[in-house]
């Protein structure tokens, strides 16, 4: 391997922009190190040193999640200031005084693994998906189409050196179509290796920056795979960067509302009585409603059974304790019943294209009326892939296309001894399980404020906004010498350009299950016996905890498939 010079001086890259340590923390180490740099950095944080330092990381020296990336750090590190704003809201209450966070980092490494981690009366892995229990809402993705399947890896364009991320997205045949492959080629192309040289075939007739602007011209998703300099290098990048990580500010330009008092009920978890509206799809942000309704929030999550979604989620804890509703929004009945639902939420999270719900008469402003008309602060946040600003902002994005733009895939690719250029996806969706518990912190700390000062807060959280912070020059990348440990200890299956997240989810936890036990370890799991998809439903419990049961974040009713309730009103 030819040894470069990194952005610190040091011996060891992993291509332009990137920073590499220049010893070994063991992981429980690492976490502290960089909860304290996280909680420095984000606006209005505590500054207490009794909850900073409450905070007990307990797990393996060595990350189970390949590669160089600290991306297991990172997340237990977001789920840990999660446990110290709930412990900062608990106390607002007056039903508690203690200070300490329990975080198992070996936990926040299965986390983002959540939706493949599913058993149902002993049923697992892409079995789980076939079960008559779980409704399809993806029919092209269930169809077996190679085409379908490959739509979605990592491509080499014309120019060289330069790889580009093809995303299908939910619409896989309008995208092929692009590229000059019609549906009618389907039924020649039988394997997905045949399909992926296809697809090659194509892409190399394009250059990068020509098949960025048809994608983008026609709403389509991908990104050209960046080096971490490149992406900052441009205008997206800049934009992004110039936004903290946690990102929310109060409202001045709205209606002085006075503080809020956090509901005193017999359920003691920290969000209990708070209202959420869910309006999102696919991953992040319905993690991000998860770890709401774990910290006792009432979370009803909208979707239209017009649109497709992604089914994997559906049994998993990502739909854990939330009521799931249909409405059609243009239907003015279904208009109308979202309007009620706006008009009690104390919380509005959505994960649609921004701008697209304030053309239908829900977006921030329309919140912020409502909020005045009633004399009580709301909370919007925005999940996206891009950030709330720049010319991407309104883009649609998914995981594999952050973890291009960010410089996330040419790390991995770098980190396989790939040529220059050239993207390998990281080994799960962590940028998707991630935003979602860094949108979660981004609406506990409005919550919070909202307590304390009153008024209207609007938050923002983007998936790329997570790759870039994990890649931060303070926070660094594992050496190589790091990365091969790893290697040895797990036994993980190498991987390359043409792999799609669904089989490499199952060959990570393979290698799991071969090589510790973590899969199997009940500590890390909580099982529902009375759940709609089968008698025994296992799925990943909440990573925090609290030394008080009562208080501690949990589930108190099943993951149910999406539209499964009739419509309803918040309860609390």
């Known amino acids: 391997m030819t040894i470069k010079e990194n952005a610190n001086g040091g011996d060891e890259s992993y291509g332009p922009g990137t920073h590499v340590e220049q010893g070994f923390l063991p992981l429980p180490e690492e976490c502290r190190r960089l909860l304290h740099l996280f909680a420095a950095r984000t606006l209005g944080f505590t500054k207490d040193k009794t909850l900073l330092n409450g905070v007990k990381f307990e797990g393996d020296d060595l990350p189970c999640i390949p590669g160089p990336i600290k991306s297991q750090a990172v997340t237990a590190v977001l789920h840990a200031m999660v446990g110290i704003v709930g412990l900062e809201i608990l106390q607002l209450r007056g039903d508690t005084s203690s200070t300490t966070t329990n975080i198992d980092t070996n936990h926040a490494g299965l986390f983002p693994a959540t939706p493949a981690l599913v058993h149902i009366d002993g049923q697992t892995g892409p079995a789980v998906i076939k079960m008559p229990t779980v409704p399809q809402w993806d029919k092209d993705r269930q169809s077996g189409s190679s085409l379908v399947f490959r739509s979605t890896a ?236 720049g010319y991407y902002a309104e883009r649609p994005g998914w995981q594999q296309v952050a973890d291009a733009a960010a410089g996330s895939s040419y790390i991995m690719g770098q980190a396989f001894n790939c040529p220059p250029g050239q993207g390998v996806l990281p080994s799960l969706p962590i940028s998707d399980m991630s935003t979602g518990i860094l949108t979660a912190l981004t609406i506990m700390c409005a919550i919070r404020d909202r307590a304390k000062f009153g008024g209207s807060y609007h938050g923002h959280a983007a998936l790329t906004g997570y790759n870039m912070a994990t890649l931060d020059h303070e926070v660094k990348l594992y050496q190589r010498e790091t990365v091969r440990k790893i290697q040895d200890k797990y036994q993980f299956v190498p991987w390359s350009s043409d792999i799609h997240v669904a089989p490499l989810y199952y060959q990570i936890l393979k290698a799991w299950g071969d090589k510790s036990d973590l899969i199997e370890s009940e500590k890390y799991y909580v099982h529902f016996s009375d759940s709609v998809f089968g008698g025994d439903l296992r799925v990943l419990a909440p990573v925090v905890k609290y030394d008080d049961e009562k208080v501690t974040p949990r589930w108190t009713a099943p993951p149910v498939p999406f539209c499964h309730h009739e419509f309803r009103t918040f309860e609390s």
């Not at 050196?161 to 492959?181: C, E, F, P, R, T």
């Not at 602007?213 to 389509?220: I, K, R, S, V, W």
Request: glycine share 8%; charged share 20%.
């Open 154 to 389: 990592i491509y080499e364009t014309a120019d060289k050196g330069v790889w580009y991320q093809l995303h299908g997205s939910l619409n896989s045949w309008k995208m092929l179509a692009l590229i000059g492959i019609g549906k009618e080629l389907d039924a020649e192309i039988r394997t997905d290796d045949a399909a992926y040289d296809l697809i090659q075939q194509r892409v190399r007739t394009y250059r990068a920056l020509e098949l960025e602007q048809l994608m983008l011209q026609n709403g389509l998703s991908g990104n050209i795979v960046h080096s971490p300099e490149g992406w900052l290098k441009t205008e997206m990048g800049k934009s992004l960067a110039r936004h903290p990580l946690v990102n929310y500010s109060r409202q001045s330009h709205s209606a002085d509302l006075p503080p809020a008092s956090i509901p005193t009920l017999n359920d003691k978890r920290p969000l209990a009585g708070i209202k959420v509206v869910e309006l999102t799809r696919i991953i992040a942000g319905a993690a991000a409603g998860a770890a709401l309704t774990s910290m006792g929030a009432e979370v009803i999550r909208v979707n239209s059974s017009k649109l497709k979604d992604y089914t994997p989620a559906q049994p998993s804890s990502l739909m854990a304790g939330k009521a799931t509703i249909d409405l059609n929004l243009d239907n003015s009945a279904d208009h109308a019943k979202l309007t009620t639902l706006f008009e009690q939420a104390d919380v509005i999270l959505q994960g649609y294209r921004l701008g697209s719900l304030s053309r239908r008469g829900f977006g921030l402003e329309a919140a912020l009326e409502m909020a005045k008309q009633r004399g009580k602060g709301i909370i919007y946040v925005d999940e996206n892939c891009y950030g709330p600003d």
